[in-house]
């Protein structure tokens, strides 16, 4: 049994040509019904004429046609201009006549090539077709042949404009897709700098380390086990992250927030950095976004620490308040940068960029004693 919801679907998917013949079969249908005959549009006074074999020549040469109006709109509007000329000069004045302007409206909206030159011919043959009209006795005034000849010009005009807004959404679709994938490749760029440059800064800093204690095999022996832990860690993270990137994955993912702050302090302790973690009331029930960013924003600021200013105290002071989370994190400036990799800036422009999507405020800047000082505020109770 066909199910009935999937009728449009299924009609959606047929051939234009198949989705443009019914049109064309009712209106040679109608024309040939004796309801209508002779009630279509007339040019000419001249007299109508019964319906026979050459009317139904002349109906069909009219309006099956538009079968192809999408597909070979030329080609359609050429035939169903001809068959219109047939249907005024012998008098049959068919319903179908209407199928001159729809050809052309399709013609307007889907010729792609040589659309000034087919206006040109189809403009020039509606002189002759005049001229016939009154040589068989038609006596229309120049107003008239003006008026319907300004009527059929209307008709492309409205195809072309359909023609104009189709290609204006197509380029407004590409805007928008290209400007998606640029954001999403941004935001993949950034999650994987976040992820990925504090543990392996971390696992750079500890190796550096182990260099200078061959000499106490226990201190050794906890600096490699650190980088092990470590490296076990961004494992894990990178994991979590592709799960998060991956649009088939339908597992209930947890994305990093500030209850994971005291777990991240103590692995940059790991690393060799002395870090001071202060924390001033509770996070907010729906603070959504704010948790996630406020742990990027520690994140980047230990790793920046530990890439420039190795063994200097440092200071993460996170307050919550009702409306907004505040950061603080602060190095003394004391410390190396010896065997740390270098930075390419991308950290503190991805925090400022995250920040300021949710409306908070960022500031990075150098202090007088040497030391780093990241602040930011971030309003609490975004939407994840």
């Known amino acids: 049994m066909i199910d009935l919801r999937r009728v449009p679907d299924l009609w ?55 079968t192809v109006r999408r597909r070979w709109p030329a080609a359609a509007l050429v035939l169903v201009s001809l068959g219109f000329a047939l249907d005024q ?16 409206i399709s013609a307007g909206a889907h010729l792609e090539r040589h659309r000034r030159i087919t206006a040109i011919i189809l403009s020039a043959a509606y002189v002759p077709l005049m001229v016939a009209l009154n040589l068989l006795g038609a006596n229309e005034s120049l107003p008239d042949i003006v008026a319907f000849y300004v009527a059929l010009a209307l008709s492309w005009g409205i195809g072309s404009w359909l023609r104009s807004t189709r290609a204006a959404e197509t380029e407004r679709r590409i805007h ?23 543990h392996v800064t971390a696992m750079v800093v500890q190796a550096e380390a182990a260099r200078y204690l061959t000499g106490a095999p226990d201190r050794l022996d906890a600096t490699l086990s650190a980088v092990t832990d470590t490296g076990r860690r961004a494992i894990t993270d990178l994991r979590h992250l592709l799960d998060l990137l991956n649009p088939d994955h339908h597992a209930d993912i947890r994305a990093p927030s500030v209850g994971d702050l005291h777990t991240l302090v103590e692995q940059t302790r790991l690393a060799g950095q002395p870090v001071e973690f202060i924390q001033e009331g509770e996070p907010a029930e729906s603070a959504g976004s704010a948790e996630f960013v406020t742990y990027r924003v520690v994140q980047e600021s230990l790793t920046n620490a530990l890439k420039y200013a190795h063994g200097s105290q440092t200071v993460v002071h996170v307050r919550y308040g009702q409306k907004e989370i505040s950061v603080q994190v602060t190095t003394d400036g004391s410390g190396s940068r010896a065997g740390s990799p270098g930075g390419s800036g991308r950290g503190l422009a991805g925090l400022r960029e995250r920040v300021d999507a949710l409306g908070g405020e960022f500031r990075a800047d150098r202090q007088a004693d040497g030391g780093f000082a990241v602040r930011a505020s971030i309003p609490a109770g975004s939407p994840s």
Not at 40 to 56: K, N
Not at 89 to 104: K, Q
């Open 176 to 198: 928008v897709a290209e400007a998606t994938r640029t954001a999403e490749r941004t935001r993949i760029a950034r999650e994987l700098h976040d992820v990925v440059t504090h």
């Open 89 to 104: 000069l012998y008098g049959f004045y068919a319903v179908g006549g209407i199928s001159l302007p729809i050809a052309l």
């Open 12 to 66: 959606r998917r047929c051939d234009v040509t198949v989705r443009d013949f019914p049109l064309a079969l009712l209106l040679t249908v109608l024309s040939l019904l004796p309801e209508f005959q002779g009630d279509g549009t007339q040019i000419s006074e001249l007299p109508s004429r019964p319906y026979g074999l050459l009317a139904v020549l002349v109906i069909s040469l009219e309006c099956l046609p538009l």
